[in-house]
């Protein structure tokens, strides 16, 4: 006890509190994961908004366990390990990780279809889902957003047409040899 008659010891662990808190760490692994999953492959509302609960609720009871862990039972590397993994998965997305691994997987399967350049509707590429393939502005076309943009393929020696942006017309930025961002700009000044 010290003077303020407030035990500086730690109680052990209450077994609920031990399977609570690692059933919130797996959710959140679990969100983590399904999150990452969509970025590589197609964002699907129903699977954003199941990762999206599972986080929530996973966040809440964290919440509430993280202060009891904390201060009664000194367990803070419990306490820790769901914040660090919703942590790195997010620092995951916004690096860029998964688009990159996406494309490393999807890109000779793009490459082959981006030789024929076959006009054709939703389709499967590697891992990556897309809405819609046709040739323009000597390229070809790979919509995987159907209304603001995708990737291109232009053969070697062949470049996108360059100059001022234009409304409603494509804006290509190159990514890797032959391939190109593109997006379509609504209004641009």
Known sequence: MTRSGVSSEAVEISRTW????R???VASCFGIAVLLFEVVTEYTLTALLLAGAVLLAAGVAWMVLAPIGCAKYREYRAVVTAPLVVGIGVALVFSGVPDRLAW???E???TRAAQVCAKGGAAWFGVMHVDNVYPY???C?????PTDGGVAYFAPGSTPPSG???PYEH???RFAPNWYRYSTPIVHD
């Not at 031990?18 to 808190?21: E, K, L, P, R, T």
């Not at 076309?141 to 957003?145: L, M």
């Open 171 to 173: 804006v290509y930025e």
């Open 104 to 106: 490393w997987l999807s």
């Open 137 to 139: 502005d000597g390229g």
């Open 164 to 166: 001022p942006p234009r």
């Open 23 to 25: 059933a919130t760490t």
């Open 18 to 21: 031990q399977y609570v808190m």
């Open 141 to 145: 076309i790979f919509a995987i957003y």
């Open 108 to 110: 000779d399967s793009f």
